[in-house]
């Protein structure tokens, strides 16, 4: 029986190792894309025609570039504007049949049936209550029984463990 009462404070590098994993397929996408258009660009730029470099050529290289820093910057930007919100001291109440986390702006529950996906990083528990909202939990506060038990229990609810092995998903009775 799950009963862990946890307090620790979110750091921004904890988001952002979290938003990076959060958006995984879309970032493969946007980097495919970007990589195109660079060597797009690249092959007008330097393809040598009648009459110099192609204007376009520099037109898809500066959307290459854009997408790089969208890349790189975009994450940080993004955690650095939420960090005053997310890595505020919190308390989180973990049971068997729900969990409720709370800090001094906000305060919610959830019932674990709620839960769409859960996803075990090397750093932390990934609570999604919808496909694009997550919630952050670092292993960091738990005690080492506590991490263990808690590990147990998302995997008999289908989390993703870290390694990305298929975990069988088995019904807990709520």
Not at 10 to 28: F, K, S, V, Y
Not at 142 to 163: C, D, K, Y
Request: proline residues 6%; charged residues 20%; positive net charge.
């Amino acid at each position: 029986m799950v009963n862990i009462d946890l307090s620790y404070v979110l750091q921004p590098d904890e988001l952002i190792h979290a938003r990076l994993r959060m958006a995984r397929r879309r970032r493969i996408i946007v980097w495919a894309v970007a990589i195109v258009f660079l060597v797009l660009g690249l092959a007008l730029t330097l393809g040598r025609g009648d009459h110099g470099p192609d204007s376009t050529g520099f037109l898809c290289l500066g959307v290459g570039v854009m997408y790089v820093l969208l890349l790189t910057l975009g994450t940080r930007m993004g955690v650095k504007k939420q960090a005053s919100r997310l890595c505020k001291p919190t308390q989180v109440l973990l049971t068997a049949n729900r969990f409720t986390i709370e800090t001094d702006l906000e305060r919610g529950e959830f019932k674990w049936a709620a839960i769409v996906k859960i996803r075990e990083t090397s750093e932390a528990f990934l609570l999604h209550p919808s496909p694009r909202l997550f919630i952050v939990i670092p292993k960091r506060a738990f005690a080492p029984e506590q991490l263990t038990e808690f590990s147990a229990f998302v995997a008999g609810r289908g989390a993703v463990p870290p390694n990305g092995a298929p975990v069988v998903q088995e019904r807990v009775s709520q």
